[in-house]
């Protein structure tokens, strides 16, 4: 079992930044690709990035290329999501998810998952 608990989410206007946080537990978290999925109210929930252990496999979706970074922490046991320049269309619940896949794109790909954080950004 692994545990993923997601925070920093919240209120921001247009143009300003959050960074998110996925604190892992559990099974050896240096087995997992981490992934940071997102879904908006009446939509279906899209992988925005991940990241492997060692960080050589790293994925953005095109609509965050240039303005979300996503790195990890393997002593801490943490994945973190800088958002940048961020846009109303980035509203929506933020999830982390864990995978043992080699290139997880789909969300069936990954195994655990957190309750979720709210970002939302206003025009």
């Known amino acids: 079992q692994v545990q993923l608990v997601e925070s920093g989410g919240g209120l921001v206007q247009a143009g300003g930044s959050l960074r998110l946080s996925c604190a892992a537990s559990?099974?050896?978290?240096?087995?997992?690709?981490i992934g940071w999925f997102r879904q908006a109210p009446g939509k279906e929930r899209e992988l925005v990035t991940f990241?492997?252990?060692?960080?050589?496999?790293?994925y953005y979706v095109d609509s965050v290329k240039g303005r979300f970074t996503i790195s990890r922490d393997n002593a801490k046991t943490t994945v973190y999501l800088q958002m940048n320049s961020l846009k109303p269309e980035d509203t929506a619940v933020y999830y982390c998810?864990?995978?043992?896949?080699?290139?997880?794109?789909?969300?069936?790909?990954?195994?655990?998952w957190g309750q979720g954080t709210q970002v939302t950004v206003s025009s």
């Open positions: 559990g099974r050896t978290f240096n087995n997992y690709i």
């Open positions: 990241i492997s252990w060692s960080e050589t496999r790293i």
């Open positions: 998810a864990a995978s043992r896949g080699i290139w997880p794109i789909g969300r069936y790909d990954y195994e655990y």
